[in-house]
């Protein structure tokens, strides 16, 4: 038999875990499910030093547990599971997992978004050996190693701002001749000694024996292919949506972002969606967590009406 | 619940290499979150597999040696020995019944 709540919450960074607070806060008996148990993206990311309140700036890791003490306080149970498949179109809904199956009155996807990968041979293979996506994670391996950072937007320059704590140089290598980060970012990069830039450039193949150890670089306006000696390689070329698990459930667009309107809600009734699941604008962690305080709003309302 | 022993690199060869148990070890450091969400999987996992598998985790940080014998670099990385031999090896946080299957995979 299947256990029933009112609200499932599925995915557990800032949007998720705000929905989460302001369900518990409004008594309802809600559950979160993730697979690394909270924080999402969050438990990537270097620093945060654009989340209101925290004025020099807050680590990652340190504001998911802050979120997930904050939401469990009032009420909201996390569950460490991923969610395989989502009925949406029966009343209750119905969420499968490895472990069974559970029923919902209500669902907030707060799913977020995953690391795009270069998918350049060597890739897959070096994963934990030199290729990372997670400056906060593995940083700390490259002592006084050179370097290689991939992506020209905010998450590669913070982090890259990162491991020049560690490493000898940091290559950033961009594919355009100009960097997508923050102003303020892009000061400090360019003021730092130990950043190089390598422009106009893409990776073509990950190098290793046992380890990474170069990169096959090519300018792709002269077409020029050079070799680039590293012992380490971090990818921050953007993310993409995890909806892969919905299936059709909900409609999402052609980049796999779930369309909602301004009310956050889906294609099917009751099913909202959340912060970077459904964003491809702002992607920020205070807005993810503006929309989940939202979409709790708005899912308490309904469960409120549907007098079930 | 056990609690998940911790090794230095001192007690790596009598710990992992000279066990007679297949044993897994998850390389951690103390700045990965996910590595620590990752600890109560290892101990569920720990708990089923008593008397059959050891489980270890031990800090790459601080034991840089070790984890640069076994190429790691990125944590958490989880490598299953067996006879003092990596038998298998999976990088990133993986969910239980993942990690049981590779586990079963080696025990059966």
Known sequence: MAVSHELVIIGGGPAGL?????????????????????GGYLNYTESIENYPGFPDGVAGPDLAELLILHATKFGLKIKTEEVTELVA?????????????????????????????LGVPGEEEYVGRGVSYCATCDAAFFNDQNVAVVGGGNAA???????????????????????????????????????????????DRIHGDGKVTGLSIRNIE???????????????????????????????????????????????????????????????????????AAAAILAEKYLQQMKW | MLKLMEISGDAFATEVLESTMPVVVEFYTPTCKFCK?????????????????????????ENREIAMQFDVFGVPTTIIFR???????ISGFVPEAELANRIDAIVK
């Open chain 1, 18 to 38: 705000t929905a989460g607070l302001y369900a518990g806060r409004a008594r309802l008996d809600v559950i979160m499910l993730d697979p690394t148990g909270g």
């Open chain 1, 89 to 117: 179109a029966e009343n209750p809904k119905r969420l499968k997992t490895p472990s069974g199956e559970l029923r919902a009155k209500a669902v907030i996807i707060t799913t977020g978004s995953k690391p795009m990968k």
């Open chain 1, 157 to 203: 320059i913070d982090e890259g701002l990162a491991i020049t704590r560690h490493a000898r140089k940091v290559f950033v290598i961009h594919r355009r001749n100009t960097l997508r980060a923050e102003k303020v970012l892009q000061e400090r990069a360019f003021a730092n000694e130990k950043m190089h830039f390598i422009w106009n450039t893409v990776v």
């Open chain 2, 83 to 89: 006879s003092g031999d990596v038998v298998d090896r």
């Open chain 1, 222 to 292: 002269t077409g020029e292919i050079s070799e680039l000696e590293i012992d380490g390689v971090f990818i921050f070329i953007g993310t993409r949506p995890t909806t892969e698990f919905l299936r059709g459930a909900v409609k999402t667009d052609e980049r796999g972002y779930i369309v909602t309107g301004r009310s956050l809600e889906t294609s099917v009734k009751g099913v909202w969606a959340a912060g970077d699941v459904q964003d491809p604008v702002y992607r920020q962690a205070i807005t993810a967590a503006g929309q989940g």
């Open chain 2, 37 to 61: 969400r990752f600890d109560p999987i290892i101990e569920t996992l720990a708990d089923r597999y008593e008397g059959s598998v050891k489980f270890l985790r031990i800090n790459a940080a």
